[in-house]
């Protein structure tokens, strides 16, 4: 299928760069999959600020961040939104619709609400007729009640400027005494989102974007708990810089990792020990996607460099 206008290019370089994803996750497992989405993630928001802020839609450029790598990851969310059942018989009916011939967004739009039931304008005119993301402040405190556990209490606000407020699923991980507790929350289209809960000991938000399942960028923004928070591991981060590259490219985390290099079908190339920054330099390998992926204890963060020559 490809794109019935230039201004629908989306329906061809988002779903690529979504593949893309999509096969790391079944060549290598869930968290490198997930790790992946996360560098989509990374190299949109890094370069936007280069190319511009537009929309997805009729983009003032075709050929970038915006275009592939949010576009990408817009599926990876309309996925985990709908679930894997109802996705992927949107992506059979999608085909079996436009097989060989050519769709607009709007086409993909309609075939996804016939096929999953939803009404999806508030997704779309988010994600691909409005242009930015969201980025969150978040707060949050866990105290003592009478009844012998703790109060937490989540406080989320949306402070980005020339983009609109977001509708969001959001996977947030909580560490409660030695355990993980997993909770899905939505965050509305309001300036300010709260969530409570209790549990029998202290709970510390521990990744409030788990397994990067919404494109935003956030913050901790304060709590009264300073002498635990300050505690809290910093999330692995992973930028390959220049991308594309020619010569050699930049590999930088923001702690000591084991960094691996794979070939598209992958073959693993290389492997080395990164502290903060290092070069790679591909002498004798050809044009071509290569997959970066960075390791440090039970975290993966990966990401894709394409070299050329």
């Excluded at 991980?173 to 965050?187: A, N, S």
Aim: glycine share 8%.
């Amino acid at each position: 299928v490809t794109c019935g206008t230039w201004k629908d290019i989306w329906i061809n370089e988002g779903f690529a760069v979504f593949s893309e994803a999509l096969y790391v996750e079944n060549a290598w497992g869930e968290e490198d999959g997930r790790g992946y989405v996360g560098g989509m993630h990374s190299q949109y928001i890094e370069g936007e600020s280069r190319e511009g802020r537009f929309p997805i839609y009729d983009p003032d450029y075709m050929w970038g961040v915006t275009v592939y790598e949010k576009g990408g990851a817009v599926l990876d969310m309309l996925r985990f939104l709908l679930g894997d059942s109802l996705f992927f018989n949107l992506l059979s009916d999608y085909a079996d619709s436009f097989r060989y011939s050519y769709a607009t967004i709007s086409d993909f739009q309609r075939i996804a609400e016939e096929t999953t039931g939803e009404e999806l304008d508030w997704f779309f005119n988010q994600w691909i007729y409005e242009a930015g993301y969201p980025q969150f402040d978040y707060y949050w405190n866990s105290y003592p009640t009478d009844s012998g556990t703790y109060h937490t209490i989540i406080q989320v606000e949306q402070v980005q400027e020339d983009a609109p407020l977001f509708r969001v699923p959001l996977v947030m991980r909580l560490r409660v005494g030695g355990e993980f507790v997993v909770d899905t929350v939505m965050i509305e289209a309001t300036r300010w989102n709260r969530f409570e809960y209790d549990f029998p000991e202290i709970a510390v938000v521990n990744d409030f974007n788990y397994h990067n399942h919404a494109l935003c960028t956030y913050r901790f923004a304060g709590t009264g708990i300073e002498d635990i928070t300050s505690s809290l591991p910093e999330k692995l981060s992973l930028t390959v810089f220049p991308n594309p590259f020619n010569l050699s490219v930049v590999i930088s985390t923001n702690r000591e990792a084991t960094v691996e290099i794979f070939d598209i079908k992958g073959d693993k190339l290389s492997s080395f020990t990164v502290s903060r920054k290092a070069s790679w330099c591909p002498e004798h390998l050809s044009s071509g996607v290569y997959i970066i992926r960075a390791t440090s204890g039970n975290e993966i963060a990966t990401s894709k460099a394409l070299l050329l020559k």
